[in-house]
């Protein structure tokens, strides 16, 4: 069975930083394309920023330059490093493994989802 467990969400002010950690059980996420999406409520869920080995990685124009997506096999975990966060990062953040090699934008091509961690940023 594959669970996906993120942590590290929290409340932070404008312009603070805050990592997140996604642990991966029952998948190997140095195989495979593994991503952040984040939903706000009544909008649809949106890819963020996503990594396939250790040196591709895609990210969306509006996290461009600030976040930055990694993996660590030896812990099978993926992290997400926010920095110079803005009040319009305020989402539930979600994790994300997909069974290819191949990155995808689209929420319908991922497998696995974790249950979400809450990134609140203050004005």
């Known amino acids: 069975q594959v669970q996906l467990i993120e942590s590290g969400g929290g409340l932070v002010q404008a312009g603070g930083s805050l990592k997140l950690s996604c642990r991966a059980s029952?998948?190997?996420?140095?195989?495979?394309?593994m991503a952040w999406f984040r939903q706000v409520p009544g909008e649809e869920r949106e890819f963020v920023a996503g990594?396939?080995?250790?040196?591709?990685?895609r990210y969306s124009d509006s996290v461009k330059a600030r976040f930055t997506i990694s993996k660590d096999s030896a812990k099978n975990m993926v992290a997400l490093e926010m920095d110079s966060l803005k009040p319009e990062d305020t989402a539930t953040y979600y994790c994300?493994?997909?069974?290819?090699?191949?990155?995808?934008?689209?929420?319908?091509?991922?497998?696995?989802w974790g249950q979400g961690t809450q990134v609140t940023v203050s004005s």
């Open positions: 994300a493994a997909r069974g290819s090699e191949v990155l995808s934008f689209s929420t319908q091509l991922y497998d696995h």
């Open positions: 029952g998948f190997t996420v140095s195989r495979n394309a």
């Open positions: 990594v396939v080995g250790n040196t591709i990685t």
